[in-house]
């Protein structure tokens, strides 16, 4: 089945510095992958997705870029700001499993006033 | 706004009780999640429901079951709690299938002593 691994665990940051996570994927024929912000107390949220027909998408100060080839993709959060503090997931999706999504181990996000 | 409604935030039972974890969701979403969140372990799913008294096994159906006897209700059942089910467990539900747009409830943190 569908493996994701996900770097770093975690990560702190400066206010204002960009934060960079990123996960690797097992299955080729995974074509949906979307992340996910999980703030204390709360469920994960749903902040952007990508599937595999595009290479990058954009929102605001977060981006996600997806590279088939060598089966990883990318959370890009530029400026940072004390709100960005939260666990992202990244996940994938693939055919080969049921259509199920594979979460990763997940990444604390500490961004420092 | 979607909500997903989990019966309780924290949870002790002791060693063999059998416990109900419940959730509820407002929106006539058809697809129903319950997934386990571990440290470094991400999410992993239970099992999943796309319809009322339909289920299907997740990655990690072992020593849980589930009942979905209206469209709004979801519910995991332990039938006999051990410590190794000491967890965080999420509710979700989607509108669109079984990977896209998942909406969390807050959690229920279950303690089996």
Not at chain 1, 44 to 55: A, E, K, M, T, Y
Request: net charge neutral.
């Amino acid at each position: 089945g569908e493996n994701v691994e996900q770097h770093p665990s975690t990560l702190s940051v400066q206010e204002g510095d960009s934060a960079v996570i990123k996960c690797t994927y097992s299955d080729s024929a995974s074509n949906y992958f979307p992340w996910y912000k999980q703030e204390l107390g709360k469920g994960p949220q749903l902040i952007i997705d990508i599937r595999s027909n595009v290479g990058e998408k954009k929102d605001q100060r977060i981006a996600v870029t997806l590279n088939k080839t060598a089966k990883h993709f990318s959370l890009h959060i530029t400026e940072t700001q004390p709100e960005d503090s939260a666990v992202y997931f990244c996940a994938a999706a693939s055919n080969n499993a049921g259509n199920m999504l594979t979460f990763g181990g997940g990444t604390r996000l500490m961004v420092k006033p | 706004d979607v909500k997903v409604t989990q019966s309780s935030r924290y949870l002790v039972k002791r060693t063999g009780e059998k416990v109900f974890l419940e959730c509820v969701q407002d929106m006539d979403h058809e697809n129903m999640f319950w997934y386990r969140q571990d440290p470094g372990l991400g999410l992993r799913l239970i099992y999943f429901s796309y319809d009322v008294k339909m289920k299907e096994k997740g990655d990690i159906p072992e020593g849980y079951s589930v009942s979905r006897e209206k469209k709004e209700r979801f519910s995991l059942i332990l039938e006999s709690a051990s410590t190794n089910q000491t967890s965080m467990y999420l509710c979700a539900s989607s509108l669109l299938g079984r990977v896209e747009k998942l909406f969390f409830g807050s959690g229920t943190q279950l303690s089996v002593l």
